[in-house]
């Protein structure tokens, strides 16, 4: 009976307790007692007792000063976390793994475990998985990684489309536009622009798409660039309330190379009525009649 999961877990508590007999703990056999039984546990389905014995066994490779073999079996205790649906214990695990990766020097890896968090948390708690994915991007920036931090941005987009925070949406868009300038990856950087406008014109706000587009503009490169001229038509269609334009502009090629998520919200546009805003174009055209200037 060895190999009993219950046994190995007694067995290598006893070796962690200090008592009248034991002066001192024998982590390195108890470690190795833990990660035994929390497999065992674990093949068995029993996903409480295997995520206590990755716990321990975390513990014990950090009482081991061995801080990679902790975070692996923290990311481990995660996942066991995760078939029982506790998301807060998700969350804290990945974190915790994360911290014992940098504890490494190792930015790449503790932003993966972030991502690796957030992923797990999509369908479960959707906030705190978009916050992991801009604590994962922050650790890449920190380390001037910018460039690996692309991906993780798109994911922080689709979930935020995903619970309709729109703003936050098009927020992040912009913050993946920033670090693809800071790594002169400017086909990204001008896709990120587009699509934030993308963003405000699904949200049916065309005065933040034009606030933005006008922000946008400033950089030169995106001005000159196919996102920016795309941009450019999409706002031109809403000012004059033209729908059949608005659909033509976005089955264009140029809307056809964004991520698919952005694709699939601009096949939907228009999203309310644009009639009102061809109205407030005339008029912010027409020139205000000054009563008192009879010249």
């Known amino acids: 009976m060895g190999s009993d999961p219950e046994k190995l877990i007694a067995k290598a508590d006893k070796l962690t307790k200090l008592s009248f007999t034991r002066w001192s703990s024998d982590w390195r056999s108890a470690t190795v007692l833990y990660e035994q039984a929390a497999n065992g ?12 014995a990755f716990e ?98 798109r994911d922080a987009t ?10 936050d949406a098009a927020g992040i868009l912009l913050r993946l536009a920033l670090a693809a300038d800071k790594c002169n990856a400017t086909h990204s950087q001008c896709k990120a622009y587009l699509s934030a406008i993308i963003v405000y014109l699904y949200a049916h706000d065309f005065r933040q798409a034009e606030k933005c587009y006008n922000d946008c503009c400033q950089v030169e490169v995106f001005l000159n660039s196919d996102q920016g001229r795309c941009a450019g038509k999409f706002l031109s269609a809403y000012a004059e309330g033209d729908v059949e334009d608005i659909k033509r502009v976005a089955q264009s090629s140029t809307v056809s190379n964004l991520d698919h998520t952005i694709i699939k919200i601009a096949r939907k546009l228009p999203t309310g009525d644009v009639s009102a805003f061809k109205n407030e174009a005339t008029k912010d055209n027409e020139e205000p009649l000054d009563e008192d200037d009879l010249t």
């Open 158 to 167: 689709r979930v935020y489309l995903k619970l309709e925070k729109y703003e």
């Open 41 to 52: 546990f674990r093949v068995a389905k029993s996903y409480e007792k295997a995520k206590e």
């Open 56 to 153: 321990k066994a975390s513990k014990g490779q950090e009482m081991l000063s061995s801080p990679w073999d902790a975070a692996k079996h923290m990311e481990s205790a995660a996942t066991m976390a995760k078939e029982l649906g506790n998301w807060k214990e998700v969350a804290d695990f990945y974190r915790r793994a994360s911290e014992l990766y940098n504890e490494c020097g190792r930015a790449q890896p503790a932003s993966d475990a972030l991502g690796k968090g957030a992923r797990a948390l999509e369908d479960g708690a959707p906030d705190e998985a978009v916050q992991l994915y801009i604590e994962a991007c922050d650790m890449l920036e920190e380390d001037g990684k910018e460039q690996m931090a692309f991906d993780l941005y």
